[in-house]
């Protein structure tokens, strides 16, 4: 199994991005997928995730109103939407699936590498 992020990059403030997430060697329809952040010495935060049916959605608070996340399983993708870039935006971003009715804190999980995000001021 591999996820693959990508779409990172430096944006001012304000500013938009697109992440994108990539999965293979995986039956990409029947897991959710989230995506999150961590920044140096902070532990990994949740960001968004969606139902692998696509017809949930979930949002930390932080960034409700500014993240959309969608996915395509016919191309075995995911995307996050980021709008109205804030600083506290800038860090690296992961996406990660994990199979119908598993937790995202336990065993199953499979983690992408992360895309950093720097929002310059």
């Known amino acids: 199994v591999q996820l693959q992020a990508s779409g990172g990059g430096t944006v001012q403030v304000g500013g938009s991005l697109r992440l994108s997430c990539s999965a293979s060697?995986?039956?990409?329809?029947?897991?959710?997928v989230g995506w999150f952040r961590q920044t140096p010495g902070n532990e990994r935060e949740f960001v968004a995730a969606?139902?692998?049916?696509?017809?949930?959605?979930l949002y930390a608070d932080s960034v409700k109103g500014r993240f959309t996340i969608s996915r395509d399983d016919a191309k075995n993708t995911a995307d996050l939407r980021i709008d109205s870039l804030k600083p506290e935006d800038t860090a690296v971003y992961f996406c990660?699936?994990?199979?119908?009715?598993?937790?995202?804190?336990?065993?199953?999980?499979?983690w992408g590498q992360g895309t950093l995000v720097t929002v310059s001021s």
């Open positions: 990660a699936a994990v199979p119908d009715g598993k937790s995202w804190s336990g065993l199953g999980v499979y």
């Open positions: 060697g995986l039956t990409f329809s029947t897991y959710a």
């Open positions: 969606i139902t692998s049916r696509g017809d949930g959605t």
